[in-house]
């Protein structure tokens, strides 16, 4: 009974900015690590960046210095502020989560739907 929305996609300028979302919902224990991937049409799905429930976060080399990856852990939300965005942003982006459900003896993984981020003039 878990999900994870994302929202916060669209169409944004080169050098804008966007912020998506992700909402994990349901019988929920904790959340370890949460992040974001993405995968552009032909390509593979990468990472873009993580965090973990005490804050240490990983980046993608090519989002460094441009994305920032939070998270509320009182709405087990997580949340990627993109900006400088640039045209080979242009992906699905995907919220995945590492959680234990409640009741759960392993930790279980879950992925979003995924949200389209489109950078374009």
């Known amino acids: 009974q878990v999900q994870l929305v994302e929202s916060g996609g669209g169409l944004v300028q080169p050098g804008g900015s966007l912020r998506v979302s992700c909402a994990a919902s349901?019988?929920?224990?904790?959340?370890?690590?949460m992040g974001w991937y993405r995968q552009a049409p032909g390509q593979q799905r990468d990472l873009v960046a993580t965090?973990?429930?005490?804050?240490?976060?990983v980046y993608a080399d090519s989002v460094k210095g441009r994305f920032t990856i939070s998270r509320d852990n009182t709405k087990n939300t997580v949340y990627l502020q993109m900006n400088s965005v640039k045209p080979e942003d242009t992906a699905v982006y995907y919220c995945?989560?590492?959680?234990?459900?409640?009741?759960?003896?392993?930790?279980?993984?879950?992925w979003g739907q995924g949200t389209q981020v489109t950078v374009s003039s």
């Open positions: 995945h989560a590492k959680l234990w459900r409640v009741g759960a003896s392993y930790e279980y993984i879950y």
């Open positions: 349901g019988s929920i224990s904790s959340i370890n690590d």
């Open positions: 965090i973990t429930s005490g804050g240490t976060t």
